[in-house]
T-cell receptor, first 116, second 121 residues
Framework: GQQLNQSPQSMFIQEGEDVSMNCTSS?????WLWYKQEPGEGPVLLIA?????ELTSNGRLTAQFGITRKDSFLNISASIPSDVGIYFC????????????????FGQGTILTVHP | DSGVTQTPKHLITATGQRVTLRCSPR?????VYWYQQSLDQGLQFLIQ???????AKGNILERFSAQQFPDLHSELNLSSLELGDSALYFC????????????????????FGEGSRLTVL
């Protein structure tokens, strides 16, 4: 099945530092999504990307859809303690319709710890 | 609050038992998805329903089944439970699109509930 390689697996950073994480795939995706999950909660959508090369920001978060359509990255600038959580990338295949509609493949997650 | 409601939040049961997890999607959403999250497995897609019909199947065990009812709520049934079934089970919903719209304007955002934590002892 689809595999998404997300890295790094975990990060321990100081408050104020910038963070970068990425996902790569062996297959082409037509949608890349980034989610954040906090303890005891479900994943919450942060950023959605729909076009190759697209660069989108949401506050201190910036994400890009790779031009090969096989990768995406997420940057967090000037991290703060509430950025702590697990960040997941998710991608959906490029074929429209059929039984793959809506099926997202998730990366394994990046656990972010921010020290004050 | 995503608008997706899952019950129960926590469930503890014994091996061999059967449980039912329930999900109410966001108002107006026709698609419901079920995901399993184990400590070492990330988010694994189980199954998707669209307006009452099964649309896609992932790595769902034969001991598990799901359905979506006419009022669009969904249930995930887990039977003959094993220790390894202990996990968080998430339901998610997404806005309705027709297949034609899907081709033209592919969105794909999922909105997740808070999950049901199943512990099998």
């Amino acid at each position: 099945g689809q595999q998404l390689n997300q890295s790094p697996q975990s990060m321990f950073i100081q408050e104020g530092e910038d963070v970068s994480m990425n996902c790569t795939s062996s297959s082409i995706f037509n949608t890349w999504l980034w989610y954040k999950q906090e303890p005891g909660e479900g994943p919450v959508l942060l950023i959605a990307l729909y076009k190759a090369g697209e660069l989108t920001s949401n506050g201190r978060l910036t994400a890009q859809f790779g031009i090969t359509r096989k990768d995406s990255f997420l940057n967090i600038s000037a991290s703060i303690p509430s950025d702590v959580g697990i960040y997941f990338c998710a991608g959906r295949q490029a074929n429209a319709g059929g039984t793959s509609y809506g099926k997202l493949t998730f990366g394994q997650g990046t656990i972010l710890t921010v020290h004050p | 609050d995503s608008g997706v409601t899952q019950t129960p939040k926590h469930l503890i049961t014994a091996t061999g038992q059967r449980v039912t997890l329930r999900c109410s999607p966001r108002s107006g959403d026709l698609s419901v998805y079920w995901y399993q999250q184990s400590l070492d497995q990330g988010l694994q897609f189980l199954i998707q329903y669209y307006n009452g019909e099964e649309r896609a199947k992932g790595n769902i065990l034969e001991r598990f089944s799901a359905q979506q009812f006419p009022d669009l709520h969904s249930e995930l049934n887990l039977s003959s439970l094993e220790l390894g079934d202990s996990a968080l089970y998430f339901c998610a919903s997404s806005p309705p699109v027709t297949d034609r719209v899907f081709v033209l304007a592919n969105t794909g955002e999922l909105f997740f509930g808070e999950g049901s934590r199943l512990t099998v002892l």
